[in-house]
Each structure stands twice: as structure tokens, then as C-alpha cells.
């Protein structure tokens, strides 16, 4: 997918899943660095149904599979690191 | 949750999620610092089969709602930090 155009099209993504795809609600995830594959299998799980959610089954509706792959690349190109709890 | 028994639980879930909740699979999501009450949801819908997947169904069966609760600490306390790409 082309990262920058997902990025463009994650505008919307941000509201829940931060603008660095860090979440900024407790029931939604984060985004960031999450595989490429896995990111594009649920958004297409939620687009079919197979996934359900209320908000992410509108959100993923009207999708088309390049948006998809735009932004799982998007997403997934974002560097994460983590640190164990201090 | 308990995250130090979270922490000794998610030693089953480290093959595919990483030692730190950092993905080692292609098709495994990251688990480190995703919010607590997330991670608590989804294990419980792997465990009742309202979210399937084939080895996460697995895993989640013998969860007690405690062990679940300790899992979801450990990794939301897990601190993640995310740059954009370069």
C-alpha cells in the first residue's frame, strides 16, 4: 500500500486511534507499527461483518481494498518501541 | 488486573506477540500499551467465540476472567513510544 496516501486517508482514524495511531480512547487500540497483514485483514473483516463493531463496521463500509492497503501500510510504517512497565 | 501475573501468564503468549507485545508474526497485532479495558474485551471474545480466530479461540478457552484481567495489565502497562516513519 502506499503509506502516504493511507495517511491522508487515516485523517479520519485519528479521533479514536490518535494521530500517530496511538489510541486515544480506552476501547479502541492502538495502531501503531501493528503488521501490515493483520491491519488489513481486520479492516476488511470489519468492511464483510466477519469482525463487528459498531463504529468500525461504518467506518470500514465504504473502503475500497486500495484504501485498505494504504492504510495498513500507513499504520504499520509507524516505528514503535516499548519499554517493560518501570 | 495484577500485571506481575500478567507478566508470568503472557510468557505462553510471547511466541507470537513478542517477550515485550511487540509482534514477532506477520498475522499477530502488537499488545504492548494497548489500553487495558481492549485487550480485556477481545480475550473475552476469543474466549466465548464472538471474535474467532483458530489459535486465539485455543488460547483463550482456559482463561479465568482474573487471568484475563492480569494479561490485560501486563500489557497496557508496557510503555510504547511511536515516531513517525522516517
Request: hydrophobic letters at 45%; aromatic letters at 4%.
Amino acid at each position: 500500500g502506499d503509506v502516504e496516501a493511507g495517511r491522508a486517508k487515516a485523517q479520519a482514524c485519528a479521533v479514536c486511534h490518535g494521530p500517530l495511531g496511538l489510541s486515544t480512547a480506552p476501547d479502541a487500540p492502538n495502531l501503531a507499527g501493528q503488521p501490515e497483514l493483520y491491519l488489513a485483514a481486520q479492516l476488511r473483516a470489519y468492511r464483510s461483518g466477519a469482525r463487528k463493531h459498531e463504529v468500525m463496521g461504518v467506518m470500514a463500509k465504504p473502503l475500497s481494498d486500495e484504501d485498505i492497503a494504504n492504510l495498513a501500510a500507513w499504520f504499520a510504517a509507524i516505528r514503535v518501541e516499548a519499554q517493560p512497565p518501570n
